[in-house]
């Protein structure tokens, strides 16, 4: 009986053959594997590496008089030039997506769409190695190209690149996807609700910087009009570009201006909707890090950053003491948690915005984000931006293959178009969409983005005051659970804010030694100390009434004496100390703002401005000291300048036994003065010792740079100590002569 086995070894050879068979077939057959050009950050696109295509202008919706116009670029990134070629812009009149996932393939380049209707064709002439070409087309709005576009809604756009490349046989090509909507105006179509959006831009800036002229006006002067608020500042660029978002709202008065305190004194007449946080406070981090005192020693204290506090600034900024805007809470590095809505709720603030990281719906469809969730200070109102949306607004894609939402031109269109998909999806619910900007976004992009707003017909542009009177999405019993179990799940940043806030809080800790242990004049004469607020129990404390002045310098000021000199123009020594925490206070806030660059250029200023402070006190010896004698003195000098006297000590030590000087020298020095004195030196023999000085605060605590001094001791006997000492061995000498003389003899000797 025969028995055919089957050897698996054998199986496995017979497969490995096949597979290198296919691979050299392959090889001969020179098959090509189109690829993408750009990565994930690149503005274009290629489907052969070196050609790329991307989209600079584009109409995003086409009305019944807008007519069709587009801005290609094609760059020929090849060490061969591309012969002439042509650009087609094709669409689908007829087709509807019909899901989300449907359109965002479309997106990727994975959808198989016919796209046969030719609204332009474009020459495009020859593109030399590294060289680029723009091609521009434009359509009448009575093109019978355009016309075939009867019904409204999002279709789809392919763009496509041909070209023969020289010295190669196949063409050249380059394709992008994109979306053109056709609006309600005009369209043989039952016009429907419109779905409502609320368009917010934060009025802010993370590009805040130290200003070393106004620190070294702050150390060194004592005039009531410098400002502590003076030592942030915005380089030129910022400030006009923070000018330009403001005059945007002018210009669109359905765009909803969410502003940052900080930046109202630079605006001058800002125009603005609602307050957030001062500097963009990072109300969510304080939350995960949950050390409020931490905050407090770092001079971020609840009433630095509350919703009264900001209203105060505002009223400042504006000279209008009865000046009144609503505060919202703007989202931080982390996440609304529940611990975060209760502190931003305890800070004064009812409403919050949540631009990401508060998925706690179901996201099937786009709906009305408002949620209302019960917290130990009362009801906090989130508002939720629409992810999708959202993300376009902020200049990403919505994922890595949408290549043609790599340039601003491309977004809107996909932004105009998903708009567009959800009214259709939901044609006759009522609801409101909030969308964010980034605090990065420009002025151009906010503007790009509204004005192709302007001719959606489909939407509503709403106010915020609107979308918080929506009914909540989601019983707001249910909401602790729900954002228990869906935010704020990862880690966070906490430790490195908890680094920032000891380093913070060392900082502060030297200025509030220069005001209480090392300053002297009228504050310490009466026993009084710089008033420090924010070293108390911040959340026992009481939040600041609007009335309050936003610039802290204007309490320090109201401390000045009337009779001191100047008329009552300077500060008094506790006043100026006051100052200089403020100032200090004012680089920890931006520092704890959430933006990690920011975070670390304003921790090393706090740093610098301490250290600055302590620096204007110096110590200098006088050089080399020799002693040729039991004591003697070593003369230094203090130079202090500060705008006060100082009262400290020096302190010395040797690393000698034998010579030693006195361990604590008092000294005075007065205000942008010197002043001198002499520490105590006494030796017991010859030799040499380095003394050690360093300036220390009244408290003991040492401060400044340590600085050394040689003492060469050449002892002599003729002093007193040295004629005792002959003299006691002359004794001994004497002694010794007359027990030799006086002794009785032993019989044996």
Same mark, same amino acid.
């Given at each position: 009986?025969?028995?055919?086995?089957?050897?698996?070894?054998?199986?496995?050879?017979?497969?490995?053959?096949?597979?290198?068979?296919?691979?050299?077939?392959?090889?001969?057959?020179?098959?090509?594997?189109?690829?993408?050009?750009?990565?994930?950050?690149?503005?274009?696109?290629?489907?052969?590496?070196?050609?790329?295509?991307?989209?600079?202008?584009?109409?995003?919706?086409?009305?019944?008089?807008?007519?069709?116009?587009?801005?290609?670029?094609?760059?020929?990134?090849?060490?061969?030039?591309?012969?002439?070629?042509?650009?087609?812009?094709?669409?689908?009149?007829?087709?509807?997506?019909?899901?989300?996932?449907?359109?965002?393939?479309?997106?990727?380049?994975?959808?198989?769409?016919?796209?046969?209707?030719?609204?332009?064709?474009?020459?495009?002439?020859?593109?030399?190695?590294?060289?680029?070409?723009?091609?521009?087309?434009?359509?009448?709005?009575?093109?019978?190209?355009?016309?075939?576009?009867?019904?409204?809604?999002?279709?789809?756009?392919?763009?496509?690149?041909?070209?023969?490349?020289?010295?190669?046989?196949?063409?050249?090509?380059?394709?992008?996807?994109?979306?053109?909507?056709?609006?309600?105006?005009?369209?043989?179509?039952?016009?429907?609700?419109?779905?409502?959006?609320?368009?917010?831009?934060?009025?802010?800036?993370?590009?805040?910087?130290?200003?070393?002229?106004?620190?070294?006006?702050?150390?060194?002067?004592?005039?009531?009009?410098?400002?502590?608020?003076?030592?942030?500042?915005?380089?030129?660029?910022?400030?006009?570009?923070?000018?330009?978002?403001?005059?945007?709202?002018?210009?669109?008065?359905?765009?909803?201006?969410?502003?940052?305190?900080?930046?109202?004194?630079?605006?001058?007449?800002?125009?603005?909707?609602?307050?957030?946080?001062?500097?963009?406070?990072?109300?969510?981090?304080?939350?995960?890090?949950?050390?409020?005192?931490?905050?407090?020693?770092?001079? #971020?204290?609840?009433?630095?950053? +509350?919703?009264?506090?900001?209203?105060?600034? !505002?009223?400042? $900024? %504006? =000279? /209008?003491? @009865?000046?009144?805007?609503?505060?919202?809470?703007?989202?931080?590095?982390?996440?609304?948690?529940?611990?975060?809505?209760?502190?931003?709720?305890?800070?004064?603030?009812?409403?919050?915005?949540?631009?990401?990281?508060?998925?706690?719906?179901?996201?099937?469809?786009?709906?009305?984000?408002?949620?209302?969730?019960?917290?130990?200070?009362?009801?906090?109102?989130?508002?939720?931006?629409?992810?999708?949306?959202?993300?376009?607004?902020?200049?990403?894609?919505?994922?890595?293959?949408?290549?043609?939402?790599?340039?601003?031109?491309?977004?809107?269109?996909?932004?105009?178009?998903?708009?567009?998909?959800?009214?259709?999806?939901?044609?006759?619910?009522?609801?409101?969409?909030? #969308?964010?900007?980034?605090?990065? +976004?420009?002025?151009?992009?906010?503007?790009? !983005?509204?004005? $192709? %707003? =302007? /001719?959606? @017909?489909?939407?509503?542009?709403?106010?915020?005051?609107?979308?918080?009177?929506?009914?909540?999405?989601?019983?707001?019993?249910?909401?602790?659970?729900?954002?228990?179990?869906?935010?704020?799940?990862?880690?966070?940043?906490?430790?490195?804010?908890?680094?920032?806030?000891?380093?913070?809080?060392?900082?502060?800790?030297?200025?509030?030694?220069?005001?209480?242990?090392?300053?002297?004049?009228?504050?310490?004469?009466?026993?009084?100390?710089?008033?420090?607020?924010?070293?108390?129990?911040?959340?026992?404390?009481?939040?600041?009434?609007?009335?309050?002045?936003?610039?802290?310098?204007?309490?320090?000021?109201?401390?000045?004496?009337?009779?001191?000199?100047?008329?009552?123009?300077?500060?008094?020594?506790?006043?100026?100390?006051?100052?200089?925490?403020?100032?200090?206070?004012?680089?920890?806030?931006?520092?704890?703002?959430?933006?990690?660059?920011?975070?670390?250029?304003?921790?090393?200023?706090?740093?610098?401005?301490?250290?600055?402070?302590?620096?204007?006190?110096?110590?200098?010896?006088?050089?080399?000291?020799?002693?040729?004698?039991?004591?003697?003195?070593?003369?230094?000098?203090?130079?202090?300048?500060?705008?006060?006297?100082?009262?400290?000590?020096?302190?010395?030590?040797?690393?000698?036994?034998?010579?030693?000087?006195?361990?604590?020298?008092?000294?005075?020095?007065?205000?942008?003065?010197?002043?001198?004195?002499?520490?105590?030196?006494?030796?017991?023999?010859?030799?040499?010792?380095?003394?050690?000085?360093?300036?220390?605060?009244?408290?003991?605590?040492?401060?400044?740079?340590?600085?050394?001094?040689?003492?060469?001791?050449?002892?002599?006997?003729?002093?007193?100590?040295?004629?005792?000492?002959?003299?006691?061995?002359?004794?001994?000498?004497?002694?010794?002569?007359?027990?030799?003389?006086?002794?009785?003899?032993?019989?044996?000797?």
């Amino acid at each position: 009986m025969n028995r055919r086995h089957t050897n698996p070894h054998a199986r496995r050879r017979a497969w490995c053959a096949l597979l290198v068979l296919l691979m050299a077939i392959a090889m001969v057959l020179d098959v090509h594997i189109p690829q993408a050009a750009a990565d994930d950050g690149d503005s274009t696109t290629s489907d052969v590496p070196g050609v790329a295509l991307s989209v600079e202008s584009l109409t995003a919706v086409v009305t019944a008089t807008s007519g069709f116009s587009a801005t290609l670029t094609v760059e020929n990134r090849t060490t061969q030039p591309v012969s002439a070629g042509a650009i087609d812009i094709m669409t689908n009149p007829d087709y509807n997506f019909v899901s989300r996932t449907d359109v965002q393939e479309w997106a990727d380049g994975t959808a198989q769409i016919d796209t046969t209707h030719e609204l332009v064709h474009a020459d495009v002439a020859a593109i030399p190695a590294g060289g680029r070409v723009a091609v521009h087309a434009v359509l009448s709005a009575h093109d019978p190209a355009l016309a075939a576009l009867t019904t409204w809604g999002p279709r789809p756009l392919h763009i496509l690149y041909t070209a023969q490349s020289d010295g190669d046989a196949q063409p050249v090509h380059a394709s992008l996807n994109s979306y053109i909507t056709r609006s309600q105006d005009g369209a043989a179509s039952v016009r429907t609700p419109s779905i409502g959006i609320s368009i917010v831009m934060p009025l802010t800036s993370h590009d805040w910087s130290a200003d070393d002229k106004a620190r070294q006006r702050l150390i060194t002067s004592d005039t009531r009009d410098l400002s502590a608020q003076s030592i942030a500042t915005l380089d030129e660029n910022e400030c006009k570009a923070l000018h330009d978002k403001d005059r945007l709202s002018t210009k669109y008065p359905q765009l909803q201006v969410v502003a940052d305190p900080a930046v109202l004194e630079t605006l001058g007449t800002p125009h603005l909707t609602a307050l957030m946080q001062p500097a963009r406070f990072d109300i969510t981090s304080y939350a995960r890090v949950g050390d409020p005192q931490a905050y407090a020693r770092a001079g #971020v204290g609840k009433s630095k950053w +509350s919703a009264a506090s900001g209203l105060a600034q !505002l009223r400042g $900024a %504006l =000279g /209008d003491m @009865s000046a009144s805007a609503p505060a919202i809470a703007w989202q931080g590095a982390d996440s609304w948690t529940m611990d975060a809505l209760d502190a931003a709720r305890g800070a004064g603030y009812d409403t919050v915005i949540a631009t990401g990281d508060f998925n706690i719906a179901d996201d099937a469809t786009a709906q009305t984000l408002v949620y209302r969730a019960p917290t130990e200070h009362g009801d906090v109102t989130v508002l939720a931006a629409q992810p999708t949306l959202t993300s376009l607004a902020n200049a990403h894609a919505t994922s890595q293959h949408a290549r043609a939402e790599r340039t601003d031109a491309g977004r809107i269109a996909r932004f105009i178009a998903q708009s567009a998909f959800y009214q259709m999806e939901q044609p006759y619910a009522q609801r409101t969409l909030l #969308v964010c900007f980034g605090e990065d +976004s420009s002025p151009k992009q906010v503007e790009m !983005l509204m004005d $192709a %707003l =302007g /001719d959606a @017909s489909w939407i509503d542009l709403t106010s915020l005051a609107d979308l918080t009177a929506h009914d909540a999405l989601i019983d707001p019993g249910l909401m602790p659970q729900l954002i228990g179990e869906n935010v704020g799940l990862s880690a966070g940043h906490a430790a490195s804010v908890r680094e920032t806030l000891m380093q913070l809080g060392a900082s502060r800790s030297d200025l509030k030694r220069l005001g209480s242990s090392i300053l002297g004049g009228d504050a310490q004469q009466s026993g009084d100390k710089p008033n420090d607020a924010s070293d108390s129990n911040d959340d026992a404390s009481q939040a600041p009434s609007p009335s309050a002045t936003a610039d802290a310098t204007v309490d320090a000021q109201s401390e000045s004496s009337g009779s001191s000199e100047g008329g009552g123009s300077r500060l008094t020594e506790s006043a100026y100390a006051r100052r200089l925490l403020d100032a200090h206070d004012t680089l920890a806030l931006f520092a704890l703002q959430g933006d990690t660059a920011l975070c670390t250029s304003m921790r090393k200023a706090a740093a610098a401005f301490s250290d600055a402070a302590l620096g204007a006190i110096t110590l200098s010896p006088s050089g080399n000291v020799s002693v040729l004698s039991e004591t003697a003195s070593m003369p230094v000098t203090v130079s202090n300048g500060l705008p006060y006297p100082i009262s400290v000590r020096i302190s010395s030590r040797t690393d000698s036994i034998e010579i030693i000087t006195a361990r604590m020298t008092p000294i005075t020095a007065p205000a942008r003065g010197e002043a001198q004195t002499s520490i105590s030196i006494r030796v017991t023999t010859s030799g040499t010792a380095v003394a050690r000085e360093q300036l220390v605060d009244r408290d003991g605590e040492p401060f400044g740079a340590m600085q050394q001094t040689s003492i060469t001791s050449s002892l002599q006997i003729s002093d007193k100590s040295g004629l005792a000492i002959i003299i006691f061995a002359v004794a001994l000498g004497l002694l010794g002569l007359w027990r030799q003389f006086h002794r009785k003899k032993d019989p044996d000797e």
